[in-house]
Nanobody, 130 residues
């Protein structure tokens, strides 16, 4: 399977943006529907950090404290797509944003741990100027 993130761009403080990540491949539908999905980001010169995660049932999601209340993760299992809505953007949100998938059959688990994800996309750059 492959993950492809899109939607990044050059933004200004306070702007909103929606990122999308599509899972494709021969078994994409079944894989996506049994995977928790997450977004991570890596700012220039910094380590990758977890941003948000959502269980495959879509009813459970978690957020890093730095984005809680501003970002929202959602998914459309029929389209094998996970979204990240970024609101009230700040310069410190500047980073390459990556989506990732991890297997889970419970439907209620959403991991904040990078080592639990088995598939990663290439990332999309979000730049926020002040």
């Amino acid at each position: 399977v492959q993950l492809q993130a899109s939607g990044g761009g050059l933004m200004h403080t306070g702007d909103s943006l929606r990122l999308a990540c599509v899972l494709s491949g021969a078994t994409s539908g079944r894989t996506f529907s049994t995977s928790f999905m997450g977004w991570f980001r890596q700012a220039p010169g910094k380590d990758r950090e977890w941003v948000a995660a959502i269980a495959w049932r879509g009813t459970i999601s978690h957020y890093a404290d730095s984005v809680k209340g501003r970002f929202a993760i959602s998914r459309d299992n029929a389209k094998s797509t996970v979204y990240l809505q970024l609101n009230d953007l700040k310069p410190e949100d500047t980073a390459v944003y990556y989506c990732a998938a991890g297997p889970d059959y419970s439907g209620t688990y959403a991991s904040p741990f990078a080592n639990e994800y088995t598939s990663w996309g290439r990332g999309t750059l979000v730049t926020v100027s002040s």
